[in-house]
């Protein structure tokens, strides 16, 4: 069993930029592929940003492509989404999520996904 902690989440101004962090305890992360996720208010949970077992792919969503980049740390056991120029629609919870079953790539599908951390609140204001 992994357990995943997501933290970097906040209050900001549209314009700004935020360092999302996920880190996981209780099994390696070198072999699964990493997502983020994010869910607003009344709103579905949709894919954000996925990268391969050694960070060689990532992929995005259209809405983020450009300003936000994930990243991974394989000996730090952590995944990170660096995101600038937030815009009043990025708010919400984002999630990350383990792959851990998928020879190591991602997937935009949450279905995909074995394991999810809890979330971290992005808020971001006019």
């Known amino acids: 069993q992994v357990q995943l902690v997501e933290s970097g989440g906040g209050l900001v101004q549209a314009g700004d930029s935020l360092r999302l962090s996920c880190a996981a305890s209780?099994?390696?992360?070198?072999?699964?592929?990493m997502g983020w996720f994010r869910q607003a208010p009344g709103k579905e949970r949709e894919f954000v940003s996925t990268?391969?077992?050694?960070?060689?792919?990532?992929s995005y969503a259209e809405s983020v492509k450009g300003r936000f980049t994930i990243s991974r740390d394989n000996a730090k056991n952590s995944v990170y989404l660096y995101m600038n120029s937030l815009k009043t629609e990025d708010p919400g919870v984002y999630s990350c999520?383990?792959?851990?079953?998928?020879?190591?790539?991602?997937?935009?599908?949450?279905?995909?996904?074995?394991?999810w951390g809890q979330g971290t609140q992005v808020t971001v204001s006019s």
């Open positions: 999520a383990d792959r851990r079953y998928s020879v190591g790539w991602g997937s935009r599908l949450r279905n995909d996904y074995d394991y």
């Open positions: 990268i391969s077992w050694n960070g060689g792919s990532t």
């Open positions: 209780g099994r390696t992360l070198i072999t699964s592929a």
